[in-house]
């Protein structure tokens, strides 16, 4: 295993410095992921840019896939050479909510690339049950978009979600739009509207199976 890796670490908005580390050490109820894939997220852009990770300095990287390289003595769910995504939030496991299994409001929760170290570097260590599992036939690059497309399936769900042929509008295709877009098509939704102010946003949500385009 090497002990050395190259990672992109932020010390304050705006000094981002691409530099050799240490690898982080592995505890027994983590692994160590050789990163395959990393998506930019715009939470990242504003957090490198301008208001900083929760602490310095911090390696950047939420949205990630990779192969397990090294594994805790104890965990026996997943094994080296698995191909795997991870949820970037990690519970504390003790807090009322955590008890309750309401891991987003743990009140004292650590977070891969903002308050630990996360995935724009080659290796990086995430508790074992963080980690889902990838198909075989996924990609690396669509597994790293697992986080993403969680986040605009949580959107749908929230908004009541979708029946089979119903009509859906998807205010503003970033990203996440664009995500939503494809849910919306994979879920049976009938006309799909996407309106954003971004021609070129626009054209991908065509791409992506959106109906009828609105710029406005
Ligand atoms: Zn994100
Ligand atoms: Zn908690």
Redesign the pocket.
């Known amino acids: 295993m090497k002990k050395k890796m190259l990672a992109a670490v932020l010390y304050a908005p705006g000094d981002l410095r691409y530099e050799e580390i240490e690898v982080s050490r592995i505890g027994a109820d983590d692994v160590l992921l050789k990163v395959k894939a990393a998506g930019n ?1 715009g ?1 990242d852009l504003q957090r490198i840019m301008v208001e900083g990770t929760h602490t310095f300095p911090c390696i950047p990287g ?2 990630f896939s990779g192969e397990i390289v090294e594994i805790g003595h104890k965990v026996d769910s997943f094994k080296i050479g698995d191909k795997v995504t991870a949820y970037p939030l990690i519970p504390c496991m003790r807090c009322e909510w955590c008890l309750q299994g309401e891991y987003n409001l743990c009140e004292d929760y650590d977070y891969l690339g903002s308050r630990c170290d996360g995935a724009f570097a080659e290796y990086v260590k995430v508790p074992a049950s963080n980690l889902i599992k990838l198909p075989r036939e996924v990609g690396f690059e669509e597994g790293a978009m697992t ?2 497309a969680c986040v605009a399936l949580h959107g749908i769900k929230r908004a009541g979600g979708i029946r089979i042929g119903q009509s859906v509008a998807i205010l503003g295709v970033g990203p996440i739009g664009m995500l939503a877009c494809q849910w919306a098509g994979a879920m049976g939704a009938g006309k799909i509207i996407a309106v954003d102010i971004i021609e070129d946003k626009l054209k991908i949500a065509k791409d992506l199976g959106a109906d009828v385009l609105i710029n406005a």
């Open positions: 997220c939470s939420h949205e986080d993403p």
